[in-house]
DNA sequence: AAACTGGGCTGGCACGTTTCAGTGATCGGG
DNA sequence: CCCGATCACTGAAACGTGCCAGCCCAGTTT
């Protein structure tokens, strides 16, 4: 067994309340009794036993954060941007992964109540879980990430996709000029990928085109650069008068630019490509891909400061919904 | 402050010891006793408090996980093999990113000890570490993941990286007879990046050359695709005989192929590339990537088996060091 | 010299769970 | 009718820490 607070008493002459102080609240206990009691300590190798430390306090800091995919770059600089503000006020960060998996979501949410988290980010499997609400109204504060609540009843943080598909209807419609263009996407059923196009479609009203004619819907069922390739052949091989494809994510833009230049074709002359989420290797793609990127990190920032702010006053605390702005990225895959 | 087994006790009419038998021994609990309780438990919203579970019951039912990037890949998916098999033996997984950053592995350290976690699985920042060493010897079971311990002392799983060259070599040298080939690298005083080049090296002998003559080192300061752009480049530009290019890792030939597609240059009739790790962009990048394949998810499980194997059996447990094979995963990149 | 002050320490309770010895109650067998 | 066995449950101790009331004593004030 792991040596105690009683043990490294014991060792020092000292009672347990002592040693407590000197962890605690080391000014209030004289230097020579401290020295001996931290001398005990690391004869001892102590190690403070947190469950017992966090059962008498009834209270943890500590913070759960359930995302869909700990692989994805998006969740990734999320769980960044959350560790660097849980950091800052003295959270730490307990890390999970869905995979997409509403048991799994589950298991981790018992697994967090379970360990009395004083907060948890989260975004879901499927809006509208029932241990989700539940653990809501036992009163353990929570934030949607990505998502947003229908009935306002929680915090959210999410990106604009509106918004992101209208700026990047105006790069290629309004700046470079291009009048044809491919939209390909993964299922519409996505609420992403739809917003995007609702998006590129305002894009397309405000350069005074019939998005009808200007925009050709590629649906896929994936979002992958395999299923990107795929929509690039079955383009090419139709003949086409397009000469631009915006991509509803980067996978299928580099999907779309292998198929160009497998088949000879010039990135941006021949076909200009805008992606989505930009990824670190859009830039270090075969043609740097443009793309739309979203401030990652900075949500992740956002989200855990509604979290605390809620954990920290949960009387006076009025829940919020921020929505960011995504910003363009040019590189050469749309030309200058 | 959440109901507890008292509360629930109370509301059922029971005692606490039974509340605690519906949960943990269900079988020795009559029908309808455990009906009422279960009633109570989801009437008050009761959820158990792992904290005061763990404190009675002396040890935790978890292992921590210490990464140097959970962004990379391959950490990535040695944590879904280390999540695998200690699932399967119901152990719970605690995630750490140590962002090669001394202090950050120190502090998760001092934090899996305070949860007494049964065991540690840990790519150390550097070998040798003071606060590691405890841990040890205080008890805690660790492996090492691809690393190896100079003085076997503990578990650990790695990968030959020399046998890795080795088949690249081979590949290039013996399969596709290039004669000048160029090893894009990043600072050899990587490990990972020497091994290679050794392995690199006792091909070109097994092939019948001088190492000397057939290999043109370049070594770069990072292991990203803008220097592997950058090497391509001056590579490039001071004209060459060199008929194919193996890189230290994949995100170097990415930068490479770059390079190679910018000036116009056809992979791999004009230069091959073969790069290392296949990441999943290597079979999507704009000419599918071969790439040197390390048993990523495997290595994961496999230390998670000897961590729990030593957890299980302290006493008649075997250090061991395992070491795989890489594999050769050929695509456009390298012809045929 | 007595009363007061306060720093420095002690001792014991509380947190919520698990476990186990012990208490009745019920039942079958002799 | 009694005994032992079995079953279902109770009550209390223990885990290690944090906190607080209270004690002691040295130094200062009255």
Redesign the interface.
């Known amino acids: ?2 040596p105690s607070m009683k043990d490294v008493a014991e060792r020092a002459g000292v009672s347990v309340g002592t040693v407590s102080n000197v962890l605690n609240r080391p000014d209030r206990v004289a230097e020579a009794t401290k020295a001996q009691v931290l001398a005990a300590i690391s004869e001892l ?1 102590f ?6 430390a ?2 008498r306090a ?1 209270t ?1 800091r500590s913070l759960g954060l359930i995302v869909l995919d ?2 994805n ?1 998006f969740f ?1 600089d999320v769980a960044r941007g959350v560790e660097d503000v849980a950091e800052d006020a003295g959270y ?1 960060v ?2 999970c ?1 869905s995979d997409e998996q509403a048991h799994r979501e589950n298991r981790y949410l ?2 967090l ?4 988290v004083r907060g948890v980010l989260i975004t879901p499997v499927e809006v509208g879980s029932e241990r989700l609400d ?1 653990l809501r ?3 353990t504060p929570t934030v949607l990430v990505d998502r947003h609540d229908p009935n306002v009843n929680c915090c959210s943080v999410a990106v604009d996709d509106v918004a992101g598909g209208q700026l990047a209807g105006a790069c290629l419609l309004d700046r470079n000029e291009h009048r044809r263009i491919a939209y390909v996407t993964g299922p519409l059923k996505i609420r992403q990928c739809a917003d995007r196009l609702n998006g590129l479609r305002l894009a397309a009203k405000e350069a005074g085109l019939d998005p009808d004619e200007a925009i050709t819907v590629v649906e896929m069922p994936a979002l ?3 299923t990107g ?1 795929e929509a690039a052949s079955r383009l090419f091989r139709d003949g086409t008068d397009i000469t631009a494809a915006f991509c509803a994510n980067d ?1 299928l833009a ?2 779309v ?2 198929a160009a ?2 088949t000879g074709r010039q990135v941006p002359d021949d076909i200009a490509l805008l992606g989505y989420d930009d990824i670190d ?1 859009a ?6 891909l443009s793309s739309v990127r979203q401030p990652r990190r900075q949500i992740g920032r956002a989200a855990a400061q509604l979290l605390i702010e809620e954990c920290d006053n949960p009387i006076t605390h009025a829940h919020q919904q921020i929505m960011f702005r995504p910003e363009l990225v040019t590189r050469e895959s749309t030309g200058g």
Do not use: K
Not at 113 to 116: G, K, L, Y
């Open positions: 067994m792991a190798g190690v403070r036993n947190s469950s017992a966090q059962l009834g943890s700990l692989a770059p990734h730490a307990v890390l992964n018992q697994v109540e379970e360990q009395r539940a109204r036992r009163g992958n650069a395999r390739y996978l580099l999907g630019l292998r230049v497998s290797f830039a270090d793609a075969a043609v740097p």
